[in-house]
């Protein structure tokens, strides 16, 4: 028996009526937004008495709330700060700065080297708690009824790609993707929506007077880490004869979409359902499925197409769970995203592009669009960011700082994203080794040949030309920096040596996870 299979066994069966599953993700939500009584009581833990914890948690908000305003007032001209959404709707605004920034870099350099410092002391690799998913109502509510409910636990034997037929009761006439929420969003795509809607009809499968659909999941997810080069493997990958991928490049379904999160900051929006993303891989079905019929069904040749997902928010992104679990009590996120994927698919595969995460940090503030940007402005948003990290780690493990929501919507740069050997244990608790590949961007710049032969390796693809193998590798990088951002130059160098220090810790397990030294970035 599938080992899946063992998720659905000895579960209590009682639960609310809000997360009954005739239920849609909506009713979950509203009821949680609504009810913040009722939110706090799926807090998974208790630790003394919920008056004692209210007033903590209460302390613990106002300081951090005064640490930031005052921050933001003795540090830049900020006519606003607006906190996300969260579960207790916290709203704070500061007033306009009354003196101009006054960096003294030796300074502050001394500060902020000893806020590393007091990091780097209460740094813990402490194994993450895998979840008893038998004792765990809200899993068996959310991914049994509206994940396992979809999906088999077992896929067609003559694909390599994970598919299956699902039988189809609508009015072939009318629009299969008419409500779908990606097509009606994403307007760059709607060509390849209309294509699709055209071919739907001709690639429905009879058989016994029913009529079936071909679903699919991707073999392989592109998981991170965001400006590490994904966009580019995941451009070069696409030339493959036997590689598909989704639409749509980061549908972010999983991490994101899912909650009815398009970004936090605008809340909650209605949660994309999960047709709606299996509707992504109708493009790749449709070629599986002409060679399905091309096939003798007396051959049953094997279909070798392959079918990814590129989303690089997978491996990191799990902010989304505080708005169902309480984040005030110094607990950890008891499911991460890696755990929904395991229930479905225990043998999917997973590429992850690193680069120095110095370089990332600055390369991701570079990227996403503040005006006014300068080597000064990123060094001040760096020294924030290490502050606020401390006064975190002050009160709660590395691995509940790095899954704090409100943190890392407070911090002025991503400081989180480039812990990668935190991520990585933590995808290692429920996947093995053999079943992610891990790249240096660095590595791949340098020689992209060799780069995508291990890539293809990985994915056990088909032989290819010489010519064809040119193509994939000499075509120009994706995704480069902007002009304009290169002429702001490399930042600046106490920034560097601070950063350096900061990661120096999370590069050094790292390397030893991986018994790879390049993975230091000395």
């Known amino acids: 028996m599938d080992h899946r299979h063992g998720f659905l066994n000895g579960l209590d069966e009682k639960k609310p009526a809000f997360l ?52 933001y007032i003795l540090t830049r001209d900020q006519k606003g700060l607006f906190l996300t959404p969260s579960p207790y709707h916290l709203t704070v605004e500061s007033h306009p700065a009354q003196l101009p920034l006054n960096l003294s870099f030796a300074t502050d350099y001394t500060v902020v080297r000893e806020v590393v410092r007091s990091i780097v002391a209460r740094v813990d690799f402490s194994q993450r708690r895998v979840p008893d998913l038998r004792e765990t109502l809200f899993f068996k509510s959310v991914v049994c009824n509206l994940i396992f409910s979809a999906i088999p636990l077992k896929f067609l034997p003559h694909l390599k790609n994970p598919c299956w037929y699902e039988e189809f009761f ?4 009318a629009d299969p993707y008419g409500k779908n929420l990606y097509a009606l969003y994403s307007k760059r795509f709607q060509a390849v929506y209309d294509h699709l809607r055209r071919a739907f009809p001709a690639h429905l499968h009879q058989h016994t007077g029913r009529q079936y659909r071909l679903r699919c999941l991707p073999f392989f997810y592109i998981i991170g880490q965001p400006k590490c080069g994904t966009t580019d493997l995941y451009d070069r990958l696409q030339l493959h004869p036997e590689v598909h991928f989704t639409t749509m490049k980061e549908p972010h379904w999983w991490t994101r979409k899912r909650f009815g999160i398009i970004r936090l900051s605008n809340g909650f929006h209605n949660p994309y359902p999960l047709n709606d993303y299996l509707d992504l891989f109708d493009q790749a079905a449709n070629q599986i499925q002409d060679h399905l019929t091309s096939n003798s069904s007396k051959t049953h040749k094997k279909v070798d197409i392959i079918i990814g997902e590129a989303s690089a928010s997978t491996m990191w992104d799990n902010n989304a769970w505080v708005y169902f679990y309480d984040n005030g009590t110094k607990v950890e996120p008891p499911f991460l995203v890696q755990d929904f994927i395991h229930a479905v698919q225990p043998d999917a595969r997973f590429i992850v592009m690193l680069r120095d995460p110095v370089e990332r940090l600055y390369s991701d503030y570079l990227y996403f669009g503040m005006a006014n940007k300068s080597v000064e402005d990123f060094h001040e948003r760096v020294s924030e960011s290490l502050h606020l990290f401390e006064g975190c780690l002050a009160e709660r493990s590395i691995r509940s700082c790095i899954y704090n929501t409100t943190l890392n919507n407070l911090m002025p740069v991503r400081l989180q994203v480039g812990l990668y050997v935190i991520y990585l244990l933590d995808w290692l608790s429920v996947y093995s080794r053999e079943q992610i590949l891990i790249l240096r961007l660095e590595d791949h710049a340098a020689n992209r040949k060799i780069t995508m032969r291990r890539v293809f390796e990985f994915l056990k693809l088909g032989p290819l030309t010489l010519q064809k193998e040119a193509d994939i590798t000499k075509s120009p990088a994706s995704n480069t920096r902007r002009p304009a951002n290169r002429n702001l130059g490399p930042m600046l160098p106490i920034t560097k040596e601070i950063l350096q220090s900061f990661y120096e810790p999370f590069n050094q397990r790292l390397a030893r996870v991986l018994r790879d030294p390049a993975f230091l970035w000395m």
Do not use: D
């Not at 609508?170 to 006439?173: A, D, L, P, S």
């Open 170 to 173: 609508g009015n072939v006439t």
């Open 20 to 71: 009954h599953p005739s239920n849609r993700w909506t009713g979950v939500l509203t009821v949680i937004e609504n009810n913040r009584a009722q939110h706090q009581t799926w807090g998974l833990w208790t630790l003394g008495s919920v008056r004692k914890i209210k007033i903590l948690s209460f302390l613990f908000g106002l300081m951090v709330t005064v640490l930031i305003m005052a921050s």
